[in-house]
Structure formats: structure tokens, C-alpha cells
């Protein structure tokens, strides 16, 4: 069974930047394409950035030139590096793979002065 740990939310001044962490258990971890979605408050999940098993990326509008997804199979683990970021970042960012559709617990990201 696959389990998806995220860490490394928190409160940041607009602007500044934060590194989200997702480790994964069990086998096969670099062949499964992986995802980070976020839910704004009072708002629907929506994906935010895809990365393949290849390497290949895809963002959401709203975040690209800001966030990037990177992983590291060595590690089982997937990262999402956001800068500039804006107060409508602000969400429980979660960690997905996308052929098991397993998701982590969240973790929440506040962007307020």
C-alpha cells in the first residue's frame, strides 16, 4: 500500500517562497506520474503541477513561472518549490499519484502580511 507524506507548509509574506516535500512509500515510485493539487478555503481541489515518471511537466496557469515540480525517485519523493508567492496561493496543497489515485493528508499554505 502507497502512502503520501507531505511536508513543509506554513505561513509566508507574500513574495517569498516555500518548499513542499511529498515522500512516498512502497515500490515503483518512479514509474507512477505524480501531481501536487491545492484547495483554496471554501473552494474545489484543482491541480496545480503533473510530473511524469519521465521528468515531463505540466502547470496550472495560475502558478506557472512561479512554482516548479521536480522529483527524486533515489528518494521517493516529489517536491513543489514555490516562489513569488501571492495571497490567492493560500490552500491545503496536496500530494497525488495519479495512476493509484492515493493522496496525502495536506498541508496547509498561508501567504499573509
Known amino acids: 500500500q502507497v502512502q503520501l507524506v507531505e511536508s513543509g507548509g506554513g505561513l509566508v509574506q507574500p513574495g517569498g517562497s516555500l518548499r513542499l516535500s511529498c515522500a512516498a512509500s512502497g515500490s515503483g515510485f518512479s514509474i507512477y506520474t505524480m501531481a501536487w493539487y491545492r484547495q483554496p478555503p471554501g473552494k474545489e481541489r484543482e491541480v496545480v503541477a503533473i510530473?511524469?515518471?519521465?521528468?515531463?511537466?505540466t502547470y496550472a496557469n495560475s502558478v506557472k513561472g512561479r512554482f516548479t515540480i521536480s522529483r527524486d525517485n533515489a528518494k521517493n519523493t516529489v517536491y513543489l518549490q514555490m516562489n513569488s508567492l501571492k495571497s490567492e496561493d493560500t490552500a491545503v496543497y496536496y500530494c497525488n499519484n495519479v495512476q493509484l489515485r492515493y493522496w496525502g493528508q495536506g498541508t496547509q499554505v498561508t501567504v499573509s502580511s
Open positions: 510530473i511524469a515518471g519521465g521528468g515531463s511537466t
